[in-house]
């Protein structure tokens, strides 16, 4: 049943294209609202999940943390002794992060303070930057300035891509020739 699932709610959503002539609200409406429907099961259930053993080690509840990590590795053999070891590597690494000796907010993340050897704001720089970076490679960078309802973004766009259309607002600046269409290749 569960593969059919996606297949029916994609017939069912292509079928409501057809209520007055697809130009009825529900056309949108019905998909986005339908999505809803996992989020409230989550939003629902959401208060029967365990807490973090990472957490409750930091908030000093370390039997309830133990629990946690037996059920969820075993209480038995070699699971037991896997369950024990890792409540003692978040216990050392809560330890760690409480003496101060390596910060742990997010402004020190950010901008790399107190930790020079571990070059920690250099890494969340690259990381955030290679987000911001993915989200405007390939087609969604095209797909965003095709759009030109943004007269400044339709500018700054041609800017970056000169054969798209957001170009058109400078006809002078920008000689598309067959550039673009060699990106299929």
Known sequence: MA?????L???LCSGLSFIDGGLSPIRW???VAFQLIPLFVLLASVWFFPESPRWLVKQGR???ASYILKRLRGDTGTDLVRAETELREIQAVAELELSDAIPT??????LGTKNNDLHIGRRVQLVIWLQIFQEWVG???VTICKSGSNRLGAILCSQLWPCTDAS????DRHRCTNDLPIGWI
């Open 105 to 110: 907010s997010y402004m020190s993340m950010l």
């Open 168 to 171: 058109a607002l400078r006809p």
């Open 3 to 7: 593969p059919l699932l996606p297949f």
């Open 9 to 11: 709610i994609g017939e």
């Open 29 to 31: 409406r019905f998909p």
């Open 139 to 141: 087609i969604a960078g």
């Open 62 to 64: 370390v039997q309830e």
